[in-house]
DNA sequence: ATGAAAGCGCTAACAA
DNA sequence: TTGTTAGCGCTTTCAT
């Protein structure tokens, strides 16, 4: 039950290892004769190149490492799908990691991925990182490193984002437009730059349209359904509440849908709701949830292409590649 | 701008390399002396020990492959997150890929983590796998191989699993008691048999209610949300249509929520409705989602034990492990 | 206490 | 057209 080698091969043969690692690899030097028999000898005994071995050879393993928050979230479902099908076509192999929004965590996976010898890594920092020197040992290893969705704007490196000051700023502009005079930002992880110029785009579009920027409509909440849940009751229950809500995510925006539907607030009438990410679930709410949809898949593919451009091109530019995102404008903002 | 390898240490120490690899693992043999000044410029020059090498000796590399048909689905997004915290501890890392439901794409990954030497494969079928070949080929390369929540009952091997017979009769025992007579089932995936194992639960719960079995109430779809769409249709359309229907997922059931709420049904007056997996979003619809609950992180943590057992021990026999599921009454059956 | 050498599976420059 | 050899970075006998 041993392992199918080169060796095996040759040795059954009666031929040279390089021999069948030629034939194998189609090389015109050899003989038809010579290759059909190597070739039909591999297939029979399932022989499986190592790649181990070649990785070895080559001082790089064929893997793109991955860190993200949380891979069930859909928005980094999807763009890891489309990170896969560049990866695929290239040859190489994904290695997902979770940081679960932990800091420590995000520095011990990259630690792993540089001692496995990844070509390559692609990242959206964890909702507690602050620091970054963990982000400056990938580059100061040459390693091939680009930031997506999440951004982080004391790194230069190649980035794969949207322009979310813009997407909030118009998403606050349909709000405007219907007619709503209490607008309130539900703001995701304070650190998180994303969430920060998301609350630049609505403060800056609030001020565009000349309404009053009221700081007691402006929250920033952690991923903790409690604290989701006590924020949005607290805005609720204020003695002058919102008349409509943009939020970080879908993720709250859902939720603050149900706590008003709860409440027998009218939705869209009584208060407006506008989340981010175009999840899925959106339409299934009652009423369903207006959101600003991101491409997901491309910004995955985005991603990869940066990583074996940087892999291949000796002198390489940072590049940064922003998105077109687009409000999906559903029932809680169009009665 | 090279690699730090063991050489360069030697080389910088006058040393052999030996000595250096010995120093490093606090071999007994090796003089305080030369231990400090190896462990020293290690650290100097932030010498990583190359994983690939390492392996080559070993013949395995430190991963363990996963296959699911999608990491989006929240329940094998929980499972991986088990199976990484099992993994981590073993100091191993988890290849993540995603068959797409798409039985090729399952060969060629399994091809593909066969030849990066993954020490064990942890595996949920596509749902267009109806050959087996490929699950045998794992088998006969020694590799540890466990199948969690969509079986395969033609391979034998470690298992995690839920009771889904037992698991559907009781959902349709539960609609039984709030006194619903016609009660449909939809299906997944024909080839299924996870789907199969859930249909038969359905019908011997109805047998044993003393219902009468209708063929028309059974259906079977395919993961398009259109074909789910048309089904659902057909179902609410015909001249006698159920007045419950137990789902295979919940992605079937949320969609007839939506599309009955939107005939007028009360629900669950009406139709009651009881889904599969307890996805987050259940109980965010209007009303909210009956469905079973599967322990999907548990599931995962189980699998990747189960393997690392079987790495561990010379002779292992197979395990196969039931898991409680519990059903989360809700809205859509609780009026 | 340390070194030399073999070998894991593979590729590629060089020989024949 | 094929074989020989060296080497990728590491561990591990076996010498010294």
Do not use: C, F, G, W
């Given at each position: 039950m041993e392992e199918i080698s080169l060796k095996t091969i040759a040795n059954r043969l009666g031929i040279s290892i390089s021999t069948v690692s030629r034939a194998l690899k189609n090389?015109?030097?050899?003989r038809e004769e010579t290759k059909k028999a190597v070739v039909q000898l591999a297939e029979e005994l399932e022989y499986e190149p190592n790649h181990l071995a070649f990785q070895l050879l080559k001082r790089k393993s064929n893997a793109i490492g991955v860190i993200v928050?949380?891979?069930?979230?859909p928005l980094y479902a999807d763009a890891i799908s489309g990170m896969e099908a560049v990866a695929e076509a290239e040859g190489y192999q994904l290695l997902i990691c979770q940081s679960n929004e932990d800091y420590q965590k995000e520095i011990k996976q990259i630690n792993s991925l540089i001692a496995s010898r990844v070509s390559g890594i692609i990242l959206s920092v964890s909702?507690?990182?602050?620091?970054y020197d963990h982000l400056l040992r990938i580059q100061s290893r040459n390693i091939p490193f680009v930031l997506f969705n999440r951004d982080c704007e004391q790194i230069t490196c190649s980035k794969v984002l949207i322009d979310n000051h813009k997407a909030a700023f118009e998403a606050v502009r349909h709000l405007v437009s219907l007619g709503k005079q209490r607008i309130a930002f539900l703001g995701g992880?304070?650190?998180l730059q994303i969430s920060q110029r998301r609350e630049q785009g609505y403060r800056d579009a609030l001020t565009w349209a000349g309404l009053v920027l009221n700081e007691e409509l402006i929250q920033q909440v952690e991923f903790s359904k409690e604290v989701i849940m006590e924020t949005i009751s607290t805005l609720l229950n204020s003695?002058?509440?919102?008349d409509a809500i943009l939020t970080y995510s879908d993720q709250i925006a859902q939720r603050a849908l149900v706590m008003a539907r709860q409440r027998g607030?009218?939705?869209?009438?009584d208060l407006a709701l506008i989340g981010f990410?175009?999840?899925?679930?959106d339409e299934l709410l009652e009423p369903s949830l207006s959101s600003i949809r991101q491409p997901a898949y491309e910004m995955g593919t985005e991603a990869a292409r940066l990583i074996f451009k940087e892999l291949n091109s000796a002198k390489f530019a940072y590049e940064k590649i922003i998105l077109e995102s687009r409000l999906m404008p559903r029932g809680s903002t169009m009665g």
């Open positions: 090389h015109p030097d050899i928050p949380k891979i069930s979230y909702a507690h990182t602050t620091q992880p304070p650190h003695p002058l509440p919102p607030l009218r939705i869209p009438q990410n175009d999840e899925p679930v």
